[in-house]
């Protein structure tokens, strides 16, 4: 992890990835500041996104956050990871992304809640946090297959993910076990090329959506850096 981290700052910082910390923050910001919003309360997913067809809370859920401590937390966790995709991704290919993980298993989310615990509610980046450990180590197993715990037991390198989504659960017992289990699935999909259909728009179309940005993209500060499809 410190590693990443070292990557991070040593380079360019990618452009959404900054770009989406901030944002974050500054939601956190304005729900503590402006209570009466109740950003929090209208963005967390529970079985409301389909009882009440609120289904903006399915692309929403992942940017609202408990407390500084959540927040915080789920930062640490996410930037270096994400940092790492979209430079190998690109940066509009990477908003897709983030979309696309959030909403499908949010919609499972959603279901499963609305059938077995109607009044259950989720928020956080901790999904997106899941899914991309989910696919850098499914990847990471086309290369180390397994990893040593000592010199007879060994695990299946993508299922490492595993042990954080236990360990999480126990440090953390208010944490969503079945919110972090999906997106954990949703990032093996995603390695595996199993959700392709939903993530990956044809490339002209990303470079259409670049050309329509490229004004807003020029005026990104040129210590961050925007990864084109080309």
């Known amino acids: 992890m410190m590693e990443a981290y070292k990557g991070y700052f040593t380079m360019f910082p990618p452009a959404l990835t900054s770009g989406l910390t901030v944002f974050l923050v500054a939601v956190f910001l304005i729900d ?9 309360d209208s963005w967390t997913l529970g079985s409301q ?14 940017m609202a956050h408990l407390g500084w401590f959540h927040l915080i937390f789920n930062l640490f966790a996410l930037v270096p990871l994400l940092a790492r995709y979209e430079r190998t991704h ?26 077995l615990f109607p009044s259950n509610k989720v928020a956080g980046a901790s999904g997106w946090v899941f899914t991309l450990l989910g696919y850098f180590t499914y990847k990471e197993s086309y290369r180390v297959p397994a990893i040593f715990i000592s010199e007879t037991t060994s695990v299946a ?15 953390m017992p208010s944490s ?3 919110g972090h289990l999906l997106g954990l699935l949703a990032g093996w999909a995603l390695a595996m090329g199993r959700i392709d259909m939903m993530v990956e728009p044809p490339s002209n179309i990303i470079i259409k959506i670049e050309s329509f940005l490229d004004k807003p993209i020029g005026l990104i500060p040129k210590h961050f850096q925007f990864y084109r499809e080309i």
Do not use: D, H
């Not at 996104?49 to 992942?62: D, I, K, T, V």
């Not at 949010?106 to 499963?112: D, S, T």
């Not at 390198?157 to 440090?171: A, D, E, G, R, Y």
């Open 32 to 40: 503590i500041s402006f209570p009466q919003l109740k950003l929090f």
């Open 49 to 62: 996104a389909l009882s009440s067809f609120e289904l903006n809370r399915l692309s929403f859920y992942p």
């Open 90 to 115: 690109g940066t509009v290919y990477t908003g897709v992304v983030l979309n696309t993980v959030a909403v499908f298993p949010g919609l499972i989310y959603a279901a499963i809640s609305w059938l």
């Open 157 to 171: 390198t993508w299922l490492t993910p595993v042990m954080t989504l236990f360990v999480t659960s126990v440090i």
């Open 176 to 178: 969503s076990f079945l």
